[in-house]
C-alpha cells in the first residue's frame, strides 16, 4: 500500500490506496496558514489518522504547491510562501521516522491520470490544471518529468502565444513578468475578463450557465477563453507532441471546452493533421492526492 498527501493552501488531504489504485483510506484537515511547523505537524497528524489502514513501511508521497530547488534542496516557487526556503522533505521525513518524496501538485495530477485515469496507456501525458492558477505536469512511460531546474511544465508562466492587438502587452502576473498565460486562462482572469468586458463579475459557472441561457456577453467570454486556452496548449503540442491533455482543476468542468478546442488548436499546430486529444480528468479533484500516492513508482528509475 502507498500514502498520498495533498497539500493545499486551504486543507490538507490523505490516501491509502492498494497497489492496484483502490483507495483504502481517506482524511482531510484543515491547512494551517503561514506557520510552517504547524503544516509538519498536520501532515503527520494526518498520517497517523490514516496509517491504520497502513503500516510503518507503507511508502509516503507528498504533492505540494512548489517544488524542491535541485540547487538548493529548498522548496521553491510555492504559493503557500511560509514552505519556501524549508527542507521540507527532510523535515517531514524525520518527523515521521520514514522516508517521503515530494512533487509539484501539477505533476502529481499528471501521474495520476497517466497512471489510471483519463490518459492510462499513453506513453506521453502532459497535465493541466487550469483553476486559481494555471498548472502543468509532464509525464513520460510513467514517469514524471521534472527537468534540470525542476520547473518542466510551468507553461502557465510563458507569455501567451499570437497575442492580438488587444490582449498585448498583458498583465502583470505575479511572478514578475508581464502577459503569462496564467493572467489570461486562470479561473480568475476569465472572471475578470468578464466583468472587464461586460461590467457584470460573474463566476465562471454562472458565466458558462448564463451563456448556455444565451446571454452573449457570456458567450463571448467563453469564445475569447477557448481562443487564450487553444492558443496556449498549441504552443505545447508544437513543443512536446505529447499523446494525451489531460484538463483539470475548476475551469476543466465545463464540458463545451472538449468539442471546441480541438478545432482551435488545429490552426496553429505545425502539421498536416492533429490527432492529440483533450480530455477531462477522470479522477478530478482527487487527481493530486491520488498521484501523491503514485509518486514512488513514478520519480526515479522508469517503472
Not at 51 to 68: E, L
Not at 112 to 141: K, Y
Not at 172 to 178: L, V, Y
Amino acid at each position: 500500500m502507498r500514502i498520498g498527501i495533498d497539500l493545499g493552501g486551504t486543507k490538507i488531504e490523505g490516501i491509502v490506496l492498494d497497489d492496484s489504485g483502490v483507495e483504502i483510506a481517506r482524511a482531510r484537515l484543515g491547512a494551517p496558514r503561514g506557520d510552517y511547523e504547524a503544516t509538519l505537524n498536520a501532515i503527520a497528524q494526518l498520517i497517523e489518522q490514516i496509517d491504520p489502514a497502513a503500516d510503518d513501511a507503507t511508502s509516503v508521497g507528498i504533492g505540494i504547491p512548489g517544488t524542491i530547488s535541485p540547487v538548493t534542496g529548498l522548496i521553491k516557487n510555492a504559493n503557500s510562501t511560509w514552505l519556501t526556503g524549508q527542507p521540507f522533505d527532510r523535515d517531514l521525513a524525520n518527523r515521521l521516522g520514514r522516508a517521503v518524496r515530494v512533487a509539484n501538485d501539477a505533476n502529481c495530477f499528471a501521474i495520476s491520470e497517466a497512471t489510471d485515469g483519463a490518459a492510462e496507456g499513453a506513453e506521453t501525458v502532459f497535465g493541466v490544471i487550469i483553476g486559481t492558477g494555471v498548472g502543468g505536469g509532464l509525464v513520460n512511460r510513467g514517469r514524471i518529468l521534472v527537468g534540470g531546474n525542476a520547473i518542466a511544465g510551468e507553461w502557465g508562466h510563458t507569455p501567451l502565444p499570437w497575442m492580438t492587438a488587444d490582449e498585448y502587452p498583458g498583465r502583470d502576473c505575479f511572478c514578475g513578468r508581464r502577459g503569462c498565460i496564467e493572467t489570461f486562462v486562470s479561473g480568475p482572469a476569465f472572471e475578470r475578463d468578464h466583468a472587464e468586458q461586460t461590467g457584470t463579475p460573474l463566476s465562471a459557472a454562472d458565466i458558462a450557465a448564463a451563456s448556455g441561457a444565451g446571454d452573449a456577453g457570456a458567450a463571448a467570454s467563453l469564445a475569447r477563453l477557448e481562443s487564450r486556452l487553444a492558443r496556449s496548449l498549441a504552443m505545447i503540442i508544437n513543443i512536446i507532441d505529447p499523446d494525451v491533455i489531460v484538463l483539470g482543476g475548476g475551469l476543466s468542468n465545463m464540458d463545451r471546452l472538449y468539442a471546441h478546442l480541438p478545432g482551435l488548436i488545429d490552426d496553429h499546430i505545425f502539421s498536416d493533421s492533429i490527432s492529440t486529444p483533450i480530455r477531462k480528468a477522470k479522477h478530478g479533484d482527487s487527481s493530486g492526492v491520488r498521484g501523491a500516492a503514485w509518486l514512488w513508482p513514478s520519480i526515479g528509475a522508469p517503472t
